[in-house]
C-alpha cells in the first residue's frame, strides 16, 4: 500500500491513467469531456502510438472541424518528435512513457527514433484535415463515378453568398403560378425581408430542397402528415371551410351563444354587459362582417394570450342565476380550441410547403448557376461524397477507400453533421465488429477514435 506521506514518484494520476487508456490505439473509443481537458492531446498522442506501433501514416485518417485546427494538431506532433531523434535511450524512454507506452520495445524506439524524418518524407504523408478537405480529395480521386466535372472548383463564402443573392433574385422574379401564389400567401403572414431570410435559412437542408425538387407531391404530403392533416393534402379549400365553419356555428352552438347574451345581459357585470352586446352585434352580423368581428366571439371563451378556455367563463351572479351555463360554455370553448388548432395546422402546414416550393426553385437557380461556373460550396462536396458511397454501383470506390484508411480520428465530433456521419457509417461500417477477438487475443485490423464535448453540439437539435 502507497505510504501518503511518500507518494510514489511513478505512479499515475486517474485523469492521465484515463487518458492514456483512451490513447491506446488497440481499440476503437468514443470520448466525451468538456473544453480543457485534453481532448486533442489524447488524439495527439493516439496518432503519435499508433505509428510507434508500426502502422503507416497513409493509413491515418485524422479529421477536424477547421483547418486551423488541423495546423494545430499537426504542429503538436512535429513539435513533439522533433528532438527524439537526438535524445538518449533513457530520454526517448520518457517521451514513450509520456504518451502512454509504460513499456517501450526496441523496434518501438527504433521508430520513434526515425520518426520525425519518416514524416518529413512525401511518401509518409500523414493526413490530418478537415472533413471537407478530406470529401474533396475522394470527389477529385472520383469525379466520373461521382457525377462532377473534374476540374472542379471550391467557393468561398462570399462566392456563395452572390450567387445566392442571384438565384434568390431569379425566383422572386418569375411570374409562374406557384411562385406567385406561395408568396401572396406567406406575405399574409411574413414581410418581404422576413420570407427572403426564410428562403436563405432553407438552403441549409439541401436533401430536403433536392426531394423537393424529384418529388413535390411527396414532400407536400409529408409535411401535411407531419401536421397531422394529411386529409386535407389535396384539397385547398379545406382551411376556408374551417374558418367559415367557425364563424357560423350549428343551430345548437347559435342558441348557446344567444342564451350567454340574455344572461349577462340580465345579471352580468358591466363588463360583461360590454361583452354580450358585441356578441350579439357578431350574431346579427352578415358573412364578411362576421369574420371581421372573430375576435369579439372568441374573446368570451377563450384568453387573448394563450388561447385557452377562460379560467373564470362567468361572474358568481351569472353562474348563480344560470347553473348549466358555465359548463356548456367551457365545452364549447374547448371545441372552439380544437377548431383553431385545426386551422393553425393547415395554415402552417400550407405555409411550410410555400417556403418549401420557393426555396427549392431558388435553390435549382443556385445549382444551375454553380454548374455552369464549374464550382461546388462545401455542402456540395459533402452529399455528393455521401452519394458516391452509397451508391451500390460503385462499391469497388468505397472498397478502394476502405484498404487505404484503417485508423479513423475525429476530433470535435459534436460538430460534426449527420450527413457527415453518414460517410463514416459508409467507410466504417464494420468496424465494431472488427475488435479484438478475446479467445485469439488478436488486435482489431481497423478503429475508429472520436472525442468531443456532446453538451456544446450544434447538431443536437437534429437527433
Known amino acids: 500500500?502507497?505510504?501518503?506521506?511518500?507518494?510514489?514518484?511513478?505512479?499515475?494520476?486517474?485523469?492521465?491513467?484515463a487518458q492514456f487508456r483512451a490513447a491506446s490505439p488497440d481499440q476503437s473509443v468514443w470520448v466525451s469531456?468538456?473544453?480543457?481537458?485534453?481532448?486533442?492531446?489524447?488524439?495527439?498522442y493516439r496518432?503519435?502510438?499508433?505509428?510507434?506501433?508500426?502502422?503507416?501514416?497513409?493509413?491515418i485518417l485524422a479529421l477536424t472541424y477547421t483547418r486551423n485546427a488541423a495546423t494545430e494538431m499537426r504542429n503538436r506532433i512535429y513539435d513533439t518528435i522533433m528532438t527524439w531523434p537526438y535524445l538518449e535511450k533513457a530520454n526517448l524512454i520518457q517521451e514513450c512513457k509520456d504518451i502512454g507506452i509504460q513499456s517501450p520495445t526496441e523496434d518501438q524506439l527504433e521508430r520513434a527514433r526515425n520518426l520525425f524524418a519518416r514524416?518529413?518524407?512525401?511518401?509518409?504523408?500523414?493526413?490530418?484535415?478537415?472533413?471537407?478537405?478530406?470529401?474533396?480529395?475522394?470527389?477529385?480521386?472520383?469525379?466520373?463515378?461521382?457525377?462532377?466535372?473534374?476540374?472542379?472548383?471550391?467557393?468561398?463564402e462570399t462566392q456563395s453568398r452572390q450567387i445566392k443573392q442571384t438565384a434568390l433574385a431569379r425566383t422572386l422574379s418569375l411570374s409562374a403560378d406557384t411562385i406567385n401564389d406561395a408568396l401572396e400567401r406567406l406575405?399574409?403572414?411574413?414581410?418581404?425581408?422576413?420570407?427572403?431570410?426564410?428562403?436563405?435559412?432553407?438552403?441549409?437542408?439541401?436533401?430536403?430542397?433536392?426531394?423537393?425538387?424529384?418529388?413535390?407531391?411527396?414532400?407536400?404530403?409529408?409535411?401535411?402528415?407531419?401536421?397531422?392533416?394529411?386529409?386535407?393534402?389535396?384539397?385547398?379549400?379545406?382551411?376556408?371551410?374551417?374558418?367559415?365553419?367557425?364563424?357560423?356555428?350549428?343551430?345548437?352552438?347559435?342558441?348557446?351563444?344567444?342564451?350567454?347574451?340574455e344572461a349577462m345581459s340580465e345579471d352580468g357585470t358591466v363588463t360583461e354587459k360590454a361583452k354580450a352586446a358585441k356578441l350579439q352585434s357578431w350574431l346579427d352580423a352578415d358573412h364578411d362582417k362576421r369574420h371581421d368581428q372573430m375576435l369579439d366571439y372568441l374573446k368570451i371563451f377563450l384568453t387573448a394570450t394563450t388561447g385557452k378556455v377562460q379560467s373564470k367563463l362567468l361572474t358568481k351572479a351569472v353562474d348563480e342565476n344560470h347553473p348549466d351555463l358555465k359548463r356548456e360554455m367551457a365545452f364549447h370553448g374547448n371545441m372552439l380550441t380544437s377548431q383553431l388548432k385545426a386551422i393553425h395546422a393547415l395554415d402552417t402546414a400550407q405555409n411550410s410547403f410555400d417556403l418549401i416550393q420557393l426555396a427549392r426553385t431558388e435553390f435549382d437557380h443556385y445549382q444551375s448557376l454553380k454548374w455552369q461556373r464549374g464550382m461546388v460550396d462545401y455542402d456540395d462536396l459533402i452529399r455528393m461524397t455521401a452519394r458516391l458511397l452509397k451508391d451500390s454501383g460503385v462499391a469497388w470506390v468505397r472498397y478502394k477507400l476502405d484498404q487505404g484508411i484503417?485508423?479513423?480520428?475525429?476530433?470535435e465530433a459534436q460538430d460534426t453533421s449527420p450527413e457527415q456521419w453518414r460517410i463514416f457509417d459508409q467507410l466504417f461500417d464494420d468496424q465494431l465488429n472488427d475488435q479484438t477477438d478475446i479467445k485469439n487475443n488478436e488486435k482489431p485490423n481497423r478503429t475508429?477514435?472520436?472525442?468531443g464535448d456532446y453538451k456544446q453540439s450544434i447538431y443536437s437539435f437534429q437527433g
Open 1 to 17: 500500500m502507497t505510504d501518503p506521506a511518500n507518494p510514489d514518484p511513478n505512479a499515475i494520476d486517474p485523469a492521465t491513467a
Open 33 to 44: 469531456a468538456h473544453a480543457g481537458t485534453g481532448k486533442t492531446r489524447v488524439l495527439t
Open 47 to 59: 496518432v503519435l502510438r499508433l505509428l510507434i506501433d508500426g502502422a503507416e501514416p497513409s493509413e
Open 119 to 156: 514524416l518529413l518524407d512525401a511518401t509518409a504523408f500523414l493526413r490530418i484535415e478537415t472533413i471537407h478537405a478530406f470529401c474533396q480529395s475522394v470527389l477529385r480521386r472520383f469525379p466520373r463515378e461521382a457525377g462532377i466535372n473534374p476540374y472542379f472548383r471550391v467557393m468561398e
Open 187 to 261: 406575405a399574409l403572414v411574413r414581410d418581404v425581408d422576413q420570407i427572403m431570410e426564410l428562403i436563405r435559412e432553407m438552403g441549409s437542408y439541401p436533401a430536403l430542397l433536392e426531394q423537393a425538387s424529384k418529388s413535390p407531391s411527396e414532400v407536400k404530403r409529408l409535411v401535411f402528415e407531419y401536421m397531422g392533416c394529411d386529409d386535407a393534402v389535396d384539397d385547398p379549400g379545406r382551411v376556408h371551410q374551417l374558418i367559415n365553419a367557425l364563424a357560423h356555428p350549428d343551430a345548437r352552438a347559435e342558441a348557446l351563444l344567444r342564451r350567454i347574451v
Open 406 to 411: 484503417r485508423y479513423l480520428m475525429i476530433d
Open 448 to 451: 475508429v477514435f472520436s472525442v
